[in-house]
């Protein structure tokens, strides 16, 4: 059984009417006609692949009738127009939660939501893996670039030119590939910065190319 045979059969298993409701009576009514609503031309995807939910009515004063309901209780949806039909839905996760809850799908509510927690701290691991990856990524891209200058600027017999803070630092680049510019900062006496590093890296640099003009 679909997430959204699951939602459409938890609701017709409700009462159409709850007297002992402390709701007031315009409100259950708005709950109802929503509800009949989706029942009769409503789905809703799995959570587990992409959020969507959707009402399809026949007329445009249905459907913005609908969603006048829907912004009244702070659920945002939109309509669009598919074919013959007017189509209101949900994109946003949290707005379908709401809308799940306001129609009365309890149960669904809660399967929705231990879904889209589990889905959504998932999707924040891969970000910060991606960052991290990425960051690697870089440090080492500039880690080969500053070696490649540094032996370029010996196998031109030119290291002896460089200033004693520059041959100091680039011998720790030849020794520490894998270190970051920060990590060769503090292998320095006295420790320096990274921006320190950074500007000493910048001048192996310059004058590297000076030596390949």
Request: charged fraction near 35%; include cysteine.
């Amino acid at each position: 059984m679909s997430f959204s045979s699951e939602v459409k059969e938890e609701i017709l298993n409700q009462k159409v009417w709850n007297i002992k409701s402390n709701l007031p009576e315009e409100e259950q009514l708005k709950r109802v006609y929503v509800r009949e609503a989706f029942l009769k031309g409503g789905s809703v995807n799995d959570p587990n692949k992409d959020y969507h939910l959707e009402i399809a009515c026949d007329t445009r004063k249905k459907v913005l009738e609908l969603n006048e309901i829907l912004n009244t209780f702070s659920i945002k949806s939109k309509i669009i127009k598919r074919e013959k039909k007017y189509i209101l839905y949900l994109k946003e996760g949290e707005e379908i939660s709401k809308f799940l809850a306001f129609i009365g799908a309890n149960q669904a509510v809660i399967r929705f939501e231990e879904i889209r927690v589990v889905k959504e701290t998932r999707n924040d691991i891969n970000r910060k893996v991606n960052c991290e990856t990425a960051n690697i990524n870089k440090v080492v891209n500039a880690a080969v670039t500053q070696i490649e200058n540094i032996k370029y600027i010996q196998k031109r017999h030119k290291f002896n030119q460089l200033t004693e803070p520059l041959k100091e630092i680039a011998q720790l680049r030849l020794e520490n590939p894998e270190s970051s510019l920060e990590e060769l900062g503090k292998m320095l006496e006295p420790p320096i910065s990274k921006s320190g590093v950074n500007h000493r890296m910048k001048k192996i640099e310059e004058f590297a190319k000076e030596l390949k003009k």
